[in-house]
T-cell receptor, first 116, second 118 residues
Framework: EAGVTQFPSHSVIEKGQTVTLRCDPISGHDNLYWYRRVMGKEIKFLLHFVKESKQDESGMPNNRFLAERTGGTYSTLKVQPAELEDSGVYFC??????????????FGPGTRLTVL | AQKITQTQPGMFVQEKEAVTLDCTYDTSDQSYGLFWYKQPSSGEMIFLIYQGSYDEQNATEGRYSLNFQKARKSANLVISASQLGDSAMYFCAMREGRGETSGSRLTFGEGTQLTVNP
């Protein structure tokens, strides 16, 4: 079974440009999460999809960030325009609710975003 | 608000020895779950072990065990018989709510970088 995949693995852009990150969750997982780790700090929650609906987007830093999950499969996270403080590693995770289990989140390898 | 504190930015251990990575948490909820993840240099986050707030026994998974002290709000990870491949960043995380639904976000600590010396 394929794990969570993310593309690209690394992106370097200029301040003011646009970048789109993609996440493919594990097949069949309804829950999809985006997290971000900035400069050695803790990993912070950005938002949570259940299928195609945004369940919780309280962690999104501002309106320069737009996340979508069309059709409830893969998700994209667009940053437009990018600022220097957006640099960090963006993780995607997915999970499935199963009765009687603790339903751990499976993480992708992350996308390292560098804004110059 | 939930908070996870990992007070050890870096830890060193000799191969084959045991090591404890500290994690304390703060929450006002009665139901919550605690997770440990490992992040090797390759970058992927690997789930290691889970402890539910209502679990009466400490969780164990192979060489990993969780020293859960609910009254002290601590959930330390114990790695027995350390191996060179255990060198990685380790994150403690908490999720509010019982385990059957995974709906809530994870709150992470800042991580502990473990180095296993030969």
């Amino acid at each position: 079974e394929a794990g969570v995949t993310q593309f690209p693995s690394h992106s370097v852009i200029e301040k003011g440009q646009t970048v789109t990150l993609r996440c493919d969750p594990i097949s069949g997982h309804d829950n999809l999460y985006w997290y971000r780790r900035v400069m050695g700090k803790e990993i912070k929650f950005l938002l949570h999809f259940v299928k195609e609906s945004k369940q919780d987007e309280s962690g999104m830093p501002n309106n320069r960030f737009l996340a979508e999950r069309t059709g409830g499969t893969y998700s994209t996270l667009k940053v437009q325009p990018a600022e220097l403080e957006d640099s960090g590693v963006y993780f995607c995770a997915s999970s499935q609710d199963r009765t009687g289990r603790y339903n751990e989140q499976f993480f992708g390898p992350g996308t390292r975003l560098t804004v110059l | 608000a939930q908070k996870i504190t990992q007070t050890q930015p870096g830890m060193f251990v000799q191969e084959k020895e045991a090591v404890t990575l500290d994690c304390t948490y703060d929450t006002s909820d009665q139901s919550y779950g605690l997770f440990w993840y490992k992040q090797p240099s390759s970058g992927e986050m690997i789930f290691l072990i889970y402890q539910g707030s209502y679990d009466e026994q400490n969780a164990t998974e192979g060489r990993y065990s969780l020293n859960f002290q609910k009254a002290r709000k601590s959930a330390n990870l114990v790695i027995s018989a350390s191996q060179l491949g255990d060198s990685a960043m380790y994150f403690c995380a908490m999720r509010e709510g019982r385990g059957e639904t995974s709906g809530s976000r994870l709150t992470f600590g800042e991580g502990t970088q473990l180095t296993v010396n030969p």
